[in-house]
Structures are given as structure tokens and as C-alpha cells.
């Protein structure tokens, strides 16, 4: 068990357990994305996990050149996944898939998602309605410390179910609290780190193997029945306009279409754009609570650029450079996706001139970019005003990726930044958020799941007159 020839500079390997020996921090995910092997190997480290060759990139254009060819569009073959979403060794969907077929997928998604998207009043109104609904939930909480939990999750959901499917649930409806129960359980249990103990498939019942397939299947099989709706709707002449709808009209002339891929394409877009987006406005209350002059800007923001109506529209969301500001310092500082989600080398292929064996996994070190002083000014102060220029415009910055980079970016970035702004723009506006009073305040701590996510924490809510 040796390194492969001219592999990126790294710790030494050991049998069974390869790199991991080396690394150093209290806890798995502290080792990998520590900034020790940036500064001991420079910007691209090769590791193995296990008997697995894994690439880390430190160098944000390093990264940004590597994905945008070809090559390292893959996605790792976790064994752990496979057992759970894979038939006869193939992934279907989006996330975990890869190759032709994929891109067919994606691009279907890509358009459809666009058709039915931002811009579009329908998608805004849903935006607001929920926004609505989401105040109203916090209205009854008003003047005593409140947990900051899950109380985005209906909200976000809805704006995704309302989309696919074009329905709604309410808050109590027990089909939905049981499929974001699943939602939660699986991004917040997940993490690709698993994936190197595959031992873990031998004993399905302690590892929770077993469990993770019968929520997937739960989480389907709800899916599933607005698929079977809609098919109904198709056979008596109705043609809805939604993802399923669109997706089942275009299968009729498209063979790289069918519902088995329907199915995990919505599996996926629920998967990764709930707890995503409600993760990002938990972190979002938690700075506003931690940086009261931040909260007071955007709010007078908000109120000088609303409509003499008092709306707040998504389509002038542009002109509202200190709140979008606000959102790009939310996720600089949480560095929610740490990495870009693992990739994987298709073929044999090289980085900065090491060569990279085929199926070598991919990481990207994104929180260590986040936090260098090199890229942000101060990065451990909370600044809005680094994303906006003299001109007060807002400043594209290549640095700060948090949808990823390259051919395989996330697909939901629009949708997603919509609804961050929306529901903050209506939350800022209604209450003024501040440090509980009797119990911790909120410091942004985090917890690792499929990504690094925010505990829960108290805040005080009172409502704006
Ligand atoms: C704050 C919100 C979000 C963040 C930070 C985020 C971030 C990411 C990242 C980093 C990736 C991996 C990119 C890569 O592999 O290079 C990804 C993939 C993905 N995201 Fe998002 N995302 C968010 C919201 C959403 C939403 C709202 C949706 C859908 C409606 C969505 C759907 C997806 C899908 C389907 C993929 C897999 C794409 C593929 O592998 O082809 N995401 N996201």
C-alpha cells in the first residue's frame, strides 16, 4: 500500500486507515478541513481516507480552474449511499449522480427550474405569502426568549412543495412535519465522511443503515403520491404548470426521462434546498442578534426601499446591496458547505501538474479561504461592508463559493438567495431581534451534519411598531 507517483505532496499512509493517522484536531472533520495541511503542504494536499485516494484543494483558483473542465465532475461512490439509493450500482437524480444521464438531468433542471423561476410573480408571491406565515408564527412569540430551531422548515418547504408540485401544507399537517422530520434527520445525521467506513453496511441496524433506507423510501413514497396525482391530472387533458408536470409532458419525446428519475431528481431538490436555505437563516439570526448596528442597517434598508405599498419586491432584490451583503457575510462566517460537496475524478487527470488517479475523491477547503486574511480584511469581524464597493454597489467576490464552483454548482443558488432575502427582508422588518434574556446568547455555534449547521439558541423577538 503505497502513494502513486507524482500524487500531491501529504502525511504519510498507513494500512486501513491511510492518512487520517496524521491529521490533527479533536474530531474527524476538524482534522480535514484544518488549516495544518494548507500550511505544511501547500495548496493541493493528497490524502487517503481509508485505502481512498483524496484530494484537497486550499487554493480557490486552483479549485475553480480544476472543476470547470470536465474531469473531477464526478461524484464519490459512497458505498453507505449506494446501499441505499443505487440500483444494480447506478445512482439516479441529481446529487449522487454522474455521467451522461446526469447531464441530461441537470440540464433538464436547470431549464425548468429558470421557466418556473425568480422573476416570475407567481414564485414571489409564494415567497411572501410564507414569509407571511413565518412572521405570523413569531408573532406569537414576541417578548419572551424564543428557540431558534426549526421554525423555517415548514416556510422553506412550502416554497420548494409549491414549485414541484404546486401545493401547500399547513404548519400541523402531519404528512409534512413526518417528511421534514425525514428531510432533517437525513442531512442533519448524513456527512460524506461516513462513506469511508463501509464496514458500517455489515451491521445495518447499529449503524442506522437500516433506518436511513426506510425514511428514504417514506420520503418517496410522498413524493411519489404527487407524482401519481399529477399523472391523473395529465390523463384528463390538465397540463400543470410545475417541475412535475413539465418533467412528465417532456418524458413523452425525451427517452432519457422517466419517472424513476423524476422521483430522485425531487428527492434531491428537497434534500439539498430545505435545510440548506433554513440552516442559512438560523446562522442569519444569530449574527443579526450578535451584531445589533448590522440588524438596524438592513432594516433601515428595507424600509427605504419598499414600495409605497410596503412590499417588498423580489424582483428590486438587486437594489438592496446592505441586505444581499449581509447574506454573503452569513456565508462567509458559517461557511455552511465547508467544502463543495466531495467530487470525483472520472479518469486519470492532473491538478497544478500532480497527477490524480481515476476515482480519486475531491475536496475543496472553502471555510479556510473564508477565514483568510489574505481574501477578507479581518475575516474573524462580521462585515457586511466588505461586499460593497466605493460606489456602493455590491462587489462579486470569486473567493466566496458557497454554491460550489464549476460545471457542477448548485443548481438552486437563484431560488435559494430569493428566499434568504424575502424571508429576512420580512423578518427584519416586523421584529427587532435581540439577546435573550434569561437564557446563553446566541454565538453561531455549529454541529456537523451533510454540511456544518447551526445549534439551535434563544433570541428575543419584539415586533416593530
Ligand atoms: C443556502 C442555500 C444553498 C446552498 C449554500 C447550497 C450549496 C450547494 C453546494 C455547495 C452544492 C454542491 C456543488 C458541487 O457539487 O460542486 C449544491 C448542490 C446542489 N444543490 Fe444546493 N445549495 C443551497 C440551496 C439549494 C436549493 C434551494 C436547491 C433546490 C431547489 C438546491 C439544489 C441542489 C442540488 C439538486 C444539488 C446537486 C447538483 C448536482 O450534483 O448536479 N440547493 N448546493
Known amino acids: 500500500f503505497r502513494k502513486p507517483p507524482n500524487y500531491p505532496p501529504g502525511p504519510p ?53 480544476a472543476l470547470s473542465g470536465e474531469d473531477l465532475l464526478g461524484r464519490p461512490r459512497d458505498p453507505l449511499a449506494m446501499s441505499v439509493r443505487s440500483e444494480n450500482g447506478r445512482f439516479f437524480g441529481l446529487f449522487l449522480a454522474d455521467g451522461e444521464i446526469w447531464n441530461h438531468q441537470r440540464r433538464f433542471t436547470l431549464r425548468t427550474m429558470k421557466d418556473l423561476g425568480l422573476g416570475k ?61 425525514i428531510l432533517r434527520g437525513l ?4 456527512g460524506f465522511l461516513k462513506q469511508f467506513f463501509a464496514i458500517l453496511k455489515h451491521f445495518p441496524n447499529l449503524s442506522g443503515l437500516n433506518n436511513r433506507r426506510a425514511t428514504n423510501l417514506k420520503l418517496r413514497a410522498i413524493i411519489q403520491e404527487e407524482i401519481e396525482n399529477h399523472k391523473d391530472m395529465v390523463q384528463t387533458g390538465a397540463s400543470p404548470d410545475d417541475f412535475i408536470g413539465k418533467y412528465l409532458r417532456e418524458m413523452e419525446t425525451d427517452p432519457y426521462l422517466n419517472e424513476k428519475e423524476l422521483l430522485h431528481i425531487c428527492q434531491d ?29 438592513c432594516f433601515e434598508e428595507i424600509i427605504r426601499l419598499q414600495d409605497i405599498g410596503g412590499e417588498i419586491n423580489l424582483r428590486e432584490q438587486q437594489k438592496f446591496v446592505y441586505v444581499n451583503a449581509t447574506i454573503n457575510e452569513v456565508f462567509r462566517k458559517s461557511s455552511m458547505t465547508a ?57 462579486k467576490n470569486d473567493i466566496l463559493t458557497p454554491f460550489g464552483v464549476g460545471k457542477r454548482i448548485c443548481p438552486g443558488e437563484a431560488l435559494a438567495r430569493g428566499e434568504l ?36 439558541f434563544y433570541v428575543r423577538l419584539t415586533l416593530r411598531k
Open 13 to 65: 499512509i498507513v494500512p486501513m486507515l491511510g492518512s487520517i493517522p496524521f491529521l490533527r484536531g479533536p474530531t474527524l472533520n476538524d482534522k480535514i478541513w484544518s488549516k495544518d495541511l494548507a500550511d505544511q503542504y501547500g495548496p493541493v494536499v493528497g490524502l487517503f481516507f481509508g485505502s481512498h485516494p483524496a484530494v484537497m484543494i486550499n487554493d480557490p483558483k486552483v479549485a475553480k480552474e
Open 121 to 181: 410573480s407567481v414564485l414571489e408571491e409564494i415567497m411572501i405569502f410564507e414569509a407571511g406565515q413565518l412572521c405570523d408564527i413569531f408573532k406569537s412569540e414576541v417578548d419572551r426568549d424564543v428557540l431558534i430551531d426549526g421554525q423555517f422548515n415548514i416556510p422553506v418547504v412550502n416554497v420548494l412543495w409549491s414549485s414541484i408540485a404546486q401545493v401547500r401544507f399547513e404548519n400541523d399537517n402531519p404528512k409534512i412535519l413526518e417528511f421534514m422530520a
Open 187 to 190: 442531512f442533519r445525521g448524513g
Open 269 to 297: 431538490l428537497f434534500g439539498a434546498g430545505t435545510e440548506t436555505v433554513s440552516s442559512t437563516l438560523i446562522f442569519s439570526l444569530a449574527y443579526l442578534v450578535m451584531h445589533p448596528e448590522v440588524q438596524q442597517k
Open 339 to 395: 467544502s463543495i460537496i466531495p467530487h470525483r475524478a472520472l479518469r486519470p487527470t492532473k491538478i497544478m501538474g500532480y497527477d490524480i488517479p481515476y476515482d480519486t475523491m475531491i475536496l475543496t477547503n472553502m471555510m479556510l479561504n473564508n477565514n483568510d486574511p489574505d481574501y477578507f480584511q479581518d475575516p474573524e469581524d462580521f462585515r457586511p461592508e466588505r461586499f460593497i464597493d466605493d460606489h456602493g454597489k455590491l462587489v
Open 421 to 456: 432575502f424575502v424571508f429576512l427582508a420580512y423578518l427584519i422588518r416586523t421584529f427587532a431581534f435581540s439577546n435573550p434574556l434569561e437564557q446563553p446568547r446566541p454565538n453561531a455555534e455549529v454541529t456537523w451534519g451533510m454540511a456544518r449547521l447551526p445549534l439551535p
